[in-house]
Each structure stands twice: as structure tokens, then as C-alpha cells.
């Protein structure tokens, strides 16, 4: 059945507005540049043939609110381009343009909404059932007699995060795909356990309370049982529902975050139900997490055009998988991988300007030819042509500074230059005197994170690079600062992180940041990282401090893109908190999300002799200059 493209249909005959009480975020949420802002009328060619609403059907009955958008009036097989979302809407997004491009191209467009969410059937949960349906809708489409039985999946934040258990699976019609911000796919990656960028070193990431508050599970409307697919598709067609946006979310975030214990905050919000509780309840090492996530077990071979930024809580783990996925392939599947790594936030790609910055930090000329590219990817894995394009590409391309990119095969840790912590405030790449510095946490006033890898913490705190100055006077940050760099430094890979601490608590954390210091003594953030002591031996293990012993540890290593220009320094700070972006540890053993009983730390960090406390930068062999190709008809570089 033929049903007219929503822009130029007749305006629907009920409106189902749901007051959620937990609604959309607005302008600062911890994904915030993945949530399209009101969706645009979405206007496909003339000739295409538009159904909206069709019931497909999985394994378990669910049937999924779908929309096709078919060029050629659907009279010859074409290959298809899949997206499978939570939200209202991508193709009439911000991005609208690009996907009518795709129709002119010859392909078909398909958007479903993920089970539970809008007017599809079954129970929502974040990433719900990624391989089962997606297997099931990739079935259907190569069924239809539009297709060509060729599918390529594309997205990014959710719509990506959905690919990957489903690229692990195979499927054969899944020729290519294309995911960006895929970090929440991610269960175990290397040395990570983050499982979806909700832990880190242990460590509940708290941006997600105010996300979830917003964006999570919410009461669709639910028709009647037993409603055949074309009475279904009928009465669809003249409903249609959205998130009501919560003016005061991030309001009310920062009204509650310091709440104990934690796992009643989202109930102090006014939260609907979600699965927050759950999360908490989780840890860092269930084995649920893997449910729907890729893990080290896993493999993708399906040809797979990837995309991270730096300032984004999914690219360290996504990057670590990716990296080691690569090591599992052949040479030649290697050569069908290909990561791009941006300086931007979550799904800013292809937004990049002439004069681009993130937070406070001025970046250059960050574009590049993002929408030639995601067509000539789709291109040559559907028989439509190779423009050589992908000759001689790296497995990695990442943003420098002012307009440079670099390339490597692959992302090392470490192996680079060792600065090693020191006294009076040094570090120095050579042997330091021994020495310790102690400082007195107190989880009723943490350090303030200014920037990073997560927004959505509040209306004060945003993702990106800010000045740490503010930060470093604190007698619970400790500053070590490297001379100045006599030759500029182009730092592409993972940081080794190490420190030797003690403790009089038998749990506290332990934080990190690594600062670019400009010649002026601004003091702008590039990575950060955390570790929960107890998780010291683990994840799956909570083993106590003993009062006043060291402990040498190695946290989290930090992911880097960067270049050191002459004349800058690289700073470190030490402390234990970096809040609100991580959640507090209160110093004790209890269960930290349910319990409300805090104390004060005083905490030790060893430098020197035989103490391990150090930054190990990347290596630099294996580093290329990357010199964008030269695209007709595009913005990028």
C-alpha cells in the first residue's frame, strides 16, 4: 500500500502529544549532538515510492514501525540503505539533504524505529535486541522486490551502536556499514571494560542520570492487540508522536547530582522509568553488559567505515576495538576497515568549519570530505564503482592541529616518551628524585571537571577543552609540568598511564588529566582518565586498600590526537575526583551507589626512585602525513 510522503500529505487527524514528565533534552545533554533537533519534513524525489509505516515483522512476533523510501517508483531492484533508530527521525534531520542524495544515487532508504520506541511493538530497552532484529529486517529487505538484496547500514550514536553486534553476526546481505559514535556497542574493548561508555576505571560515568532522564525508556502509546499489519499501517498514518522537550533538565541535574545516595537520583528528578537501577546494580563486570555489545570475542569483517571524536565518551573504546578487531583479519580484510578520527563532540561529522573549536580550544581548518566519502564508500561496496578514493588509505586518519591530519596502520600504547613526575611541580623525561605529596579529598566538594568527553552533566559543564588554570590552585590537585618542547610533537595513539599512591581510606579514586600548556599559560585539557582503587586488580574483583601501603596502578590509558606545538608544555594533574563527569567514590567499601556514608581521604601520590607515577606518550614510528584527497563539489578538504 502507497501512503503519501508526510510533507505533502494531509496534516494527521490527531496529534498524541505525550507530557513524558521526563522528556528530550535541550542544549547540554551527554549526547547531545546525536539527538536531531525538530525533526524537518523530509521531501524524497518525485518518482519515489514512499511507504510509510509497514509492519515488519521479527522472530518474535514484534512487528517494527518502518518507513521506505524507494527511487524509481520502486520498479527495479536497488540496493538499500538501512537505518535503525530510537528517535523520531534521521533522514528528515539536519541531514535531510544528504539522504535525498542517496535516493538520486539509486538507493533505497529504510528507517525503523528500534522495538518499544514510537509506534513500534515489544519492549524497549537501550540497544535492544541489535542482532536478532537487525538480522530479521535485513531478511525482509532482501526479500522485497524492490532490493537488490544489498544492505549497507549507517549512523551514528544509537543508529550505529546497533550495527555492530549485528556486523559480528554476518549477515550476507550486510555489505558495508558505516558507524560513527559507536561507543555504547562496546562492552569490552582491550584494556577497557567500560561496557557502553558507562564505566570508566570502575567509575559510573554520571552524565548518563541526566540523559537517561531525558531520552530513555518512556510510556508509548500502546493499540490494540491483534490489529492486522494494514489496519496497523492505517491508523498510524494519522497519529504521530515526539519527546516534549524539558526546559529545565540540566536545571535539575545540577539541583541533584550531589544527592546520596546516588541511585535515587533519577527518582529526585522525576524520572520516568528507565534502567538506570539496574545499571547500578550491574557494575563494571556483569555479564549482561556483552548481551548486546561487541566483546574481545568478537570479529567484524564486514567492510566498515568508522568515525570518533576525541571529545566524546565513545572513541577511546570504540578506537581500542577497532584496533584490536583489526589484528583478528587478513591483510586484505584489513584494507576494508578504515577509522577517522575528529576533534570534534558525539556525531559532529561533516559539521567541521574553516575556524572550527571545541569548548574554549581553537582547532583550524577541521574539515574534510565527509558526505563524498560516505557516498563513495557506499558506492564500492554495491557494485556502483570504485573512484579510487580509498587507495592507499590508512586504517587510521586523525586530526591534528591547523588543518593537518595523520595516518597510521594501527594505534599504539604508549612506547613513546616517559615523563616521569617529580618534585616541585616537574616532570622531566629523565630519572627524578624520589619523593610524595599528599592531599585531602573530600567528596562534598570534588574537582570541578570543565570539559572533557561528556556533557549533559549540567547547565555548566559542556564537552571539550577548557582552561584547567582555575582548577590547578586546589590543595587536592597536585600539577607536575614538562619543559617547554624545543620541535612541535604530533601525539596520534593511547597514553600509558601509571601512578604509585596510598591511602588512610580503604577505597578512593585516583584521577588524571593531561594539559596542553600554550606559551601565554593557558592550560587546555586533552585527556583524562580514572581508576576506583578497588578495581585495582580488576573489574570483576573489590579487593580493599591497607592504610598507608603503596600501590603501584596503572589506570585507563588516554587516547590522543593531538600535536604539542614549540614552545608548549604538557601538564599533568593528579587528584581523585573530576565531578561531575565521573561519579564521586565516598572513601569507604560500601556499595557507593547505594550508600549515603562519606569520608575524607587523605591521599598519597610517590613520584621518583622507584616509584612508577609517569605518562608514557605514543609512539611516533609508524606516524604518516595524511593529505586529504580532493573531492569536486565538496566543502571538506
Keep these: 500500500m502507497r501512503f503519501p510522503a508526510r510533507s505533502g500529505?494531509?496534516?494527521?487527524?490527531?496529534?498524541?502529544?505525550l507530557a513524558l514528565g521526563a522528556a528530550l533534552l535541550a542544549a547540554c545533554t551527554t549526547r547531545d549532538a546525536e539527538a536531531p533537533p525538530q525533526p524537518a519534513a523530509f521531501s524524497p524525489p518525485a518518482d519515489a515510492l514512499v511507504e510509510e509505516h509497514v509492519q515488519v515483522a521479527?522472530?518474535?512476533?514484534?512487528?517494527?514501525?518502518?518507513?521506505?523510501?524507494?527511487?524509481?517508483?520502486?520498479?527495479?531492484?536497488?540496493?538499500?540503505i538501512l537505518i535503525r533508530t530510537p528517535y523520531n527521525t534521521e533522514v528528515g534531520g539536519r541531514r535531510s539533504a544528504f539522504f535525498n542524495r542517496l535516493l538520486e544515487d539509486g538507493y533505497a532508504l529504510v528507517e525503523q524505529h528500534e522495538r518499544g520506541r514510537y509506534f513500534s511493538e515489544g519492549e524497549f530497552t537501550m540497544l535492544p535486541r541489535p542482532a536478532e532484529d537487525g538480522w530479521d529486517t535485513l531478511d525482509w529487505i532482501a526479500e522485497q522486490s524492490w532490493s537488490d538484496g544489498q544492505v549497507v547500514t549507517l549512523g551514528c550514536s544509537s543508529s550505529a551502536e546497533n550495527q555492530l553486534k549485528l556486523a559480528a553476526a554476518g549477515h550476507p546481505a550486510h555489505k558495508a556499514m558505516i558507524a560513527m559514535s559507536a561507543g555504547v556497542g562496546v562492552a569490552e574493548a582491550g584494556p577497557f571494560r567500560e561496557q557502553g561508555n558507562f564505566w570508566r576505571g570502575g567509575v559510573w560515568q554520571q552524565g548518563w542520570f541526566n540523559y537517561f532522564y531525558g531520552s530513555m525508556k518512556q510510556p508509548w502509546p500502546n493499540f490494540p492487540a491483534g490489529l492486522s499489519d494494514e489496519e496497523r499501517q492505517i491508523l498510524l498514518s494519522n497519529f504521530e508522536v515526539d519527546l516534549v522537550r524539558d526546559e529545565d533538565a540540566s536545571e535539575k541535574f545540577v539541583a541533584t547530582r550531589m544527592h546520596l545516595p546516588m541511585v535515587d537520583i533519577m527518582t529526585e528528578m522525576g524520572a520516568t522509568d528507565n534502567e538506570i537501577d539496574d545499571y547500578l546494580a550491574r557494575g563494571p563486570s556483569h555479564p549482561a553488559w556483552a548481551a548486546n555489545?561487541?566483546?574481545?570475542?568478537?570479529?567484524?569483517?564486514?567492510?566498515?567505515?568508522?568515525?570518533?571524536?576525541i571529545y566524546d565518551i565513545s572513541a577511546r573504546s570504540t578506537v581500542a576495538w577497532f584496533d584490536r578487531n583489526l589484528a583478528e583479519l587478513s591483510p586484505a580484510a584489513r584494507n576494508n576497515q578504515h577509522m577517522r578520527i575528529t576533534q570534534g563532540g558525539h556525531c559532529s561529522f561533516g559539521r567541521e568549519t574553516e575556524a572550527a573549536s571545541i569548548g574554549d580550544l581553537q582547532l583550524g581548518d577541521a574539515r574534510y570530505p565527509y558526505e563524498?566519502?560516505?557516498?563513495?564508500?557506499?558506492?564500492?561496496?554495491?557494485?556502483?564503482?570504485?573512484?579510487?578514493?580509498?587507495?592507499?588509505?590508512?586504517?587510521?586518519?586523525?586530526?591534528?592541529?591547523?588543518?593537518?591530519?595523520?595516518?597510521?596502520?594501527?594505534?599504539?600504547?604508549?612506547?613513546?616518551?616517559?615523563?616521569?613526575?617529580g618534585p616541585d611541580g616537574m616532570m622531566a623525561s629523565a630519572e627524578t628524585q624520589a619523593g610524595q605529596l599528599s592531599y585531602r579529598y573530600d567528596p562534598a566538594d570534588p574537582v570541578i571537571s570543565r570539559g572533557g568527553e561528556i556533557g549533559g552533566v549540567g547547565d555548566d559543564q559542556v564537552d571539550g577543552s577548557f582552561d584547567q588554570r582555575p582548577e590547578a590552585a586546589r590543595q587536592d590537585v597536585l600539577v607536575f609540568t614538562s619543559p617547554e618542547f624545543r620541535a612541535p610533537r604530533d601525539l596520534l595513539g593511547f597514553a600509558r598511564v601509571k601512578l604509585s599512591v596510598a591511602s588512610d581510606r580503604p577505597d578512593t579514586d585516583f584521577t588524571v588529566k593531561i594539559i596542553d600548556v600554550f606559551p601565554d599559560g593557558g592550560a587546555f585539557l586533552v585527556g583524562d582518565t580514572i581508576l576506583?582503587?578497588?578495581?585495582?586488580?580488576?573489574?570483576?574483583?573489590?579487593?580493599?586498600?591497607?592504610?598507608?601501603?603503596?600501590y603501584d596502578v596503572e589506570l585507563p590509558p588516554i587516547l590522543l590526537s593531538r600535536r604539542i606545538e614549540t614552545g608548549h608544555r604538557l601538564r599533568v594533574h593528579v587528584s581523585s575526583s573530576n565531578f561531575p563527569n565521573y561519579a564521586r567514590s565516598l572513601n569507604s567499601m560500601g556499595d557507593p551507589y547505594t550508600?549515603?556514608?562519606?569520608?575524607?581521604?587523605?591521599?598519597?601520590?610517590?613520584?621518583?626512585?622507584?616509584?612508577v607515577s609517569s605518562i608514557e606518550l605514543p609512539t611516533s614510528e609508524g606516524l604518516i602525513d595524511y593529505v586529504q584527497p580532493v573531492v569536486a563539489g565538496s566543502a571538506g578538504r
Design 293 to 309: 555489545r561487541v566483546t574481545n570475542s568478537d570479529v567484524i569483517r564486514v567492510p566498515g567505515l568508522w568515525a570518533e571524536a
Design 532 to 550: 576506583r582503587m578497588r578495581y585495582r586488580e580488576g573489574m570483576d574483583r573489590e579487593v580493599p586498600m591497607q592504610a598507608g601501603q603503596r
Design 58 to 80: 521479527m522472530r518474535d512476533g514484534a512487528r517494527l514501525d518502518t518507513d521506505i523510501y524507494v527511487p524509481f517508483g520502486g520498479e527495479r531492484p536497488v540496493p538499500a
Design 372 to 421: 563524498a566519502e560516505l557516498r563513495s564508500w557506499i558506492h564500492r561496496w554495491t557494485g556502483k564503482g570504485n573512484d579510487g578514493l580509498w587507495d592507499d588509505v590508512p586504517a587510521y586518519r586523525a586530526y591534528l592541529a591547523d588543518g593537518d591530519w595523520a595516518g597510521r596502520a594501527d594505534m599504539p600504547t604508549g612506547g613513546g616518551t616517559l615523563w616521569r613526575l
Design 9 to 17: 500529505g494531509p496534516p494527521p487527524t490527531a496529534l498524541v502529544s
Design 595 to 611: 550508600s549515603t556514608d562519606a569520608a575524607v581521604a587523605t591521599n598519597t601520590v610517590y613520584f621518583g626512585g622507584n616509584a
